[in-house]
C-alpha cells in the first residue's frame, strides 16, 4: 500500500521570518509528498484542525510537523495510533541556534526536511508484542517492613500478592526494636515498633498470600510471565507479572572494628544494644554510656558511605536511656549529625537533656580497664582533646546491603541483581531509582541504598506502584522506563545470524536468552528499546519497526552534501534522546549559536549506533562525524546503563573503518554531557567543525 505522507510547516516562533518557507514547500513537493501545507501557527486549535481534517479527508497516515521540537507541545499534537508522526525541529535546531536569512541555515532545514521524509518513508507503525496469559499477580521477596508494606499497598490497590520469606516469621528487624522514632509532631515521645498493627492490617487483606520458611529454587521468564519456583518441603510453581524484591540489609561486620574496642566486654554494636534493652527491660543500665558514631562508616578503610539511620539510631537510644535509667550519662561523639528532614525537631528535643553530651571528634584509643573503659577523643568542637571513662560503648555500626544471589534468576548474566560498587543493587539514582538491570523487577528499602524505617515504607510505595506499571505496560505491549509507552520490539532475521552473541552480551537488561549453539532467544517484555543490541549486531540481524538500520542510513542518504569546491563541510551529529538532545534543544531556546554545518540525528542511545551509519556516512562525503550522549560511569548518568561506555569500547571497530576507507581517526569524535551542559553545546559542535575544516575535505565528495 503506498503510503500517504502530509506534510506541515509552520511558520511562527520566529520561524517564517529566518527561513523561507517556500522553498521548504518546494522540497517536500519534490519528494513527492501527498500533500503540504503551511500555517502559522500549527499548535493552535486551527492549525491542529488543518492537519486532522487532511488525516480524515486525504486518509493520510503519515504526518511530519516541521516546526518545534518534539520535547514540546506533546499534549496538542496527539493524533491517531494508525498515524505515524515525525516531528521535524526546525525552530530550537536551526532557526533558533543559526543566524537567520542566511544559505546555510536554510539549507540546514532543507536537509532537516529531506531526513524526516525519508524516514517516514522507510518506517511502520509499530505493533506491540503482546504475550499470551499475563499475569497480573506481583510477587514481594522479603518480609520486613519494606516487603510488608508493599503488598499491603499493592493489595490495597487490587493486585494479588506473594510474599516470601526465608525467616519463619514475617518482620525482620523490626522484631527486634525496643522502640522508634517519632515520625510526628512534637518528636518528644519515642513510639512502641509498629511491626504488630502491620501484621494485623497484613491479616485483614484477602489478596495477600504469606510463604514463610520459603527460598527460591528458580525464577524464569519475562514481565507478565515470571514463573517462581518456590521451596518450602516441596516445590511450588506460581506465575507473577511483576517482582518487588525488599531483602533488607544486615550489620557492618563489628569484629573488623577492634580499634574501638569490639570484641571487649561492655561494647556493643547499636543492633545488640536495642537487642539488649527490649529483652531486659527491668534490668539496671549502666551509669556511663557512650555512643561512637559512623562506627565504621564513612572510613574508607570501612565502609565509605554514610548509613542514614545511625545517628537517629544513636539519639532514639539515648532518649530511653534516659527515660529507663533518670541517672545514666550519655555521651555521643560524633563526625556529623545527619537528621535528615523533619528528624531535625526529634535531635533537638534530646538536645535539650542536660546528662546526653555532645561533642563532634575523633576516637584517637579505646583501653578497656578493670572497671571502666577509657576513651581518648581528639579534634573537638572545644579544641582541646578529652578522655571519657565509661561503663559501655554503643558502636553506631552501618548497614550492609543483603546480596540478591538467592532470587536465582535463570538469565544469561546472572542469577541476581547486578550491583554497585557498594553492593546496593543498581538503579539509575536521579531519573528512575526503582529500576534494576532487569526490567519488571525493582527493589526498594536498604537493598537499593541505606535507610531508615520510614524512608524504607516511603520506597516500599514507589516500587510496587513500578511493579503495577509494569504490568499495565505490558498487558499493552509498551515498554517501561525510559522509553516508556514505546510499542517497538526487536525483530530478528534469523537467517543472517552467525551466533556471535554480542547482542546477548551487550544487552544491560538481560533480554537475550541463548540456546546450547549461542543462539540469541529473545525475551521481548524484558526490553527497554534501548536499541543497543540494533548497534551491536554486526549481520543487521535486530531491527525495530520504527528504528532500523535502513531506516537511519536512509536519512544519511538524503542529506545534500556540498562538494569539496564549496568549502561547506557536512558533519553528522548522532544525540541520545535522554541528555544530548534536550541539552542541544536547551541551547537554540537560549539563543546560542552553532555552525550550520551539522546535521542532528537523535537516536535511543549511543549504543544503538550501527557501524553501518558510519560507513554510509563517510561513504556520503560527510566530512565528520560527532557522538554526543549522556556520561558514562559508575554513578552513571546514561539512562540504558552502559550505552555511553560502548561507544568506547567499540571505537577499535570503528577505527578499523576509517583505517579501511584510509581516512583520519579524528574524523569521528564522541564527546559525554549531561542535560543541563546546553551551554557547552555550541562550544563542543564549533570546536569539532573547526577541526574538521583543518583537517580538510573528506576525500569519499570527488567519488
Same mark, same amino acid.
Given at each position: 500500500?503506498?503510503?500517504?505522507?502530509?506534510?506541515?510547516?509552520?511558520?511562527?516562533?520566529?520561524?517564517?521570518?529566518?527561513?523561507?518557507?517556500?522553498?521548504?514547500?518546494?522540497?517536500?513537493?519534490?519528494?513527492?509528498?501527498?500533500?503540504?501545507?503551511?500555517?502559522?501557527?500549527?499548535?493552535?486549535?486551527?492549525?491542529?484542525?488543518?492537519?486532522?481534517?487532511?488525516?480524515?479527508?486525504?486518509?493520510?497516515?503519515?504526518?511530519?510537523?516541521?516546526?518545534?521540537?518534539?520535547?514540546?507541545?506533546?499534549?496538542?499534537?496527539?493524533?491517531?495510533?494508525?498515524?505515524?508522526?515525525?516531528?521535524?525541529?526546525?525552530?530550537?535546531?536551526?532557526?533558533?541556534?543559526?543566524?537567520?536569512?542566511?544559505?546555510?541555515t536554510q539549507m540546514a532545514a532543507e536537509d532537516y526536511l529531506r531526513m524526516s521524509i525519508t524516514k517516514v518513508t522507510n518506517t511502520e507503525i509499530p505493533k506491540p508484542f503482546i504475550a499470551e496469559n499475563i499475569s497480573s499477580d506481583i510477587l514481594v521477596v522479603g518480609g520486613g517492613i519494606t516487603g510488608i508494606t508493599a503488598a499491603i499497598d499493592g493489595t490495597k490497590a487490587g493486585y494479588k500478592?506473594? &510474599?516470601?520469606?526465608?525467616? %519463619?516469621?514475617?518482620?525482620?528487624? *523490626?522484631? @527486634? #526494636?525496643? !522502640?522508634?522514632i517519632p515520625y510526628a509532631?512534637?518528636?518528644?515521645?519515642? &513510639?512502641?515498633?509498629?511491626? %504488630?498493627?502491620?501484621?494485623?492490617? *497484613?491479616? @485483614? #487483606?484477602? !489478596?495477600v498470600q504469606i510463604h514463610t520458611s520459603t527460598t527460591i529454587k528458580e525464577i524464569s521468564g519475562q514481565p507478565g510471565q515470571f514463573d517462581v519456583h518456590l521451596l518450602n518441603g516441596k516445590e511450588e510453581k506460581i506465575t507473577v507479572g511483576s517482582i518487588v524484591t525488599a531483602t533488607g540489609w544486615q550489620p557492618y561486620n563489628a569484629n573488623k572494628l577492634s580499634h574501638l574496642g569490639y570484641g571487649k566486654p561492655n561494647i556493643l554494636t547499636n543492633v545488640e544494644f536495642e537487642e539488649f534493652v527490649k529483652n531486659n527491660t527491668n534490668k539496671e543500665l549502666p551509669k556511663n554510656i557512650l555512643f561512637i558514631q559512623c562506627a565504621g562508616s564513612r572510613d574508607k578503610n570501612h565502609l565509605p558511605y554514610c548509613s542514614s539511620f545511625c545517628c537517629g539510631t544513636s539519639l532514639k537510644q539515648a532518649k530511653y536511656i534516659r527515660d529507663l535509667s533518670p541517672d545514666s550519662n550519655v555521651f555521643i561523639v560524633y563526625k556529623d549529625i545527619r537528621t535528615l528532614g523533619l528528624y531535625e525537631e526529634f535531635y533537638k528535643k534530646v538536645q535539650k537533656d542536660d546528662q546526653i553530651f555532645f561533642t563532634k571528634g575523633e576516637i584517637e584509643k579505646v583501653i578497656p580497664e578493670k572497671n571502666n573503659i577509657s576513651v581518648q577523643v581528639k579534634d573537638t568542637l572545644i579544641g582541646d582533646d578529652i578522655s571519657l571513662s565509661v561503663?559501655?560503648?554503643?558502636?553506631?555500626?552501618?548497614?550492609?546491603?543483603?546480596?540478591?544471589?538467592?532470587?536465582?534468576?535463570?538469565?544469561?548474566?546472572?542469577?541476581?541483581?547486578?550491583?554497585?560498587?557498594?553492593?546496593?543493587?543498581?538503579?539509575?539514582?536521579?531519573?528512575?531509582?526503582?529500576?534494576?538491570?532487569?526490567?519488571?523487577?525493582?527493589?526498594?528499602?536498604?537493598?537499593?541504598?541505606?535507610?531508615?524505617?520510614?524512608?524504607?515504607?516511603?520506597?516500599?510505595?514507589?516500587?510496587?506502584?513500578?511493579?503495577?506499571?509494569?504490568?499495565?505496560?505490558?498487558?499493552?505491549?509498551?515498554?517501561?522506563?525510559?522509553?516508556?509507552?514505546?510499542?517497538?520490539y526487536p525483530d530478528l532475521f534469523m537467517d543472517r545470524c552467525t551466533d556471535c552473541k554480542r547482542c546477548t552480551e551487550e544487552c544491560p537488561f538481560g533480554s537475550y536468552d541463548e540456546n546450547e549453539k549461542g543462539t540469541p532467544l529473545p525475551n521481548p517484555n524484558r526490553c527497554r528499546r534501548c536499541g543497543i543490541c540494533l548497534g551491536s549486531c554486526p549481520e543487521r540481524v535486530i531491527n525495530f519497526t520504527d528504528y532500523s538500520i535502513n531506516s537511519i542510513s536512509a536519512m544519511i542518504k538524503s542529506v545534500e552534501v556540498p562538494d569539496e569546491f564549496e568549502e561547506k563541510p557536512r558533519i553528522l551529529v548522532f544525540v541520545c534522546e535522554n541528555d544530548a538532545y534536550p541539552a542541544i534543544d536547551m541551547a537554540g531556546q537560549k539563543g546560542l549559536k552553532y555552525s550550520p554545518y551539522v546535521r542532528v540525528i537523535s537516536v535511543r542511545c549511543l549504543g544503538s549506533i550501527n557501524k553501518v551509519w558510519i560507513s554510509d556516512?563517510?561513504?556520503?562525503?560527510?566530512?565528520?562525524?560527532l557522538q554526543i550522549g549522556c556520561k558514562p560511569g559508575d554513578d552513571y548518568q546514561c539512562h540504558f546503563i552502559h550505552g555511553s561506555e560502548l561507544t568506547e569500547t567499540r571505537g577499535e571497530n570503528i577505527q578499523e573503518t576509517l583505517e579501511t576507507m584510509m581516512l583520519e581517526p579524528e574524523r569521528i569524535k564522541t564527546e559525554f554531557v549531561e542535560i543541563t551542559d546546553f551551554e557547552k553545546i555550541p562550544q563542543i559542535i564549533n570546536d569539532y567543525v573547526e577541526e574538521i575544516e583543518l583537517i580538510g575535505s573528506n576525500p569519499f565528495k570527488e567519488l
Open positions: 500500500m503506498d503510503k500517504k505522507v502530509g506534510v506541515y510547516i509552520c511558520s511562527g516562533c520566529e520561524i517564517g521570518k529566518n527561513l523561507d518557507i517556500e522553498k521548504l514547500n518546494q522540497i517536500a513537493t519534490e519528494q513527492n509528498v501527498t500533500i503540504c501545507k503551511n500555517h502559522s501557527s500549527l499548535c493552535s486549535v486551527e492549525g491542529f484542525d488543518l492537519i486532522n481534517n487532511d488525516i480524515q479527508q486525504k486518509n493520510l497516515d503519515r504526518i511530519i510537523i516541521a516546526a518545534c521540537s518534539p520535547r514540546v507541545k506533546t499534549e496538542v499534537f496527539d493524533f491517531p495510533e494508525n498515524v505515524l508522526l515525525e516531528r521535524t525541529n526546525i525552530r530550537e535546531q536551526v532557526a533558533w541556534c543559526m543566524e537567520p536569512g542566511e544559505e546555510d500478592v506473594y &510474599i516470601i520469606e526465608k525467616e %519463619e516469621k514475617l518482620g525482620g528487624w *523490626l522484631n @527486634k #526494636l525496643h !522502640k522508634q509532631a512534637p518528636y518528644d515521645e519515642l &513510639i512502641n515498633p509498629e511491626i %504488630e498493627d502491620k501484621l494485623k492490617e *497484613l491479616e @485483614k #487483606l484477602d !489478596k561503663d559501655m560503648i554503643v558502636l553506631a555500626t552501618g548497614m550492609v546491603p543483603n546480596g540478591t544471589e538467592d532470587l536465582n534468576l535463570s538469565y544469561r548474566l546472572g542469577k541476581g541483581l547486578p550491583e554497585l560498587k557498594y553492593n546496593f543493587s543498581d538503579s539509575h539514582f536521579i531519573c528512575f531509582p526503582y529500576e534494576t538491570r532487569r526490567t519488571g523487577i525493582y527493589t526498594a528499602g536498604c537493598l537499593r541504598a541505606p535507610m531508615d524505617i520510614a524512608s524504607s515504607k516511603s520506597d516500599a510505595s514507589g516500587a510496587i506502584l513500578k511493579a503495577i506499571q509494569t504490568i499495565e505496560a505490558t498487558k499493552r505491549g509498551e515498554s517501561v522506563h525510559p522509553r516508556s509507552g514505546d510499542k517497538s556516512a563517510l561513504s556520503k562525503g560527510f566530512d565528520g562525524i
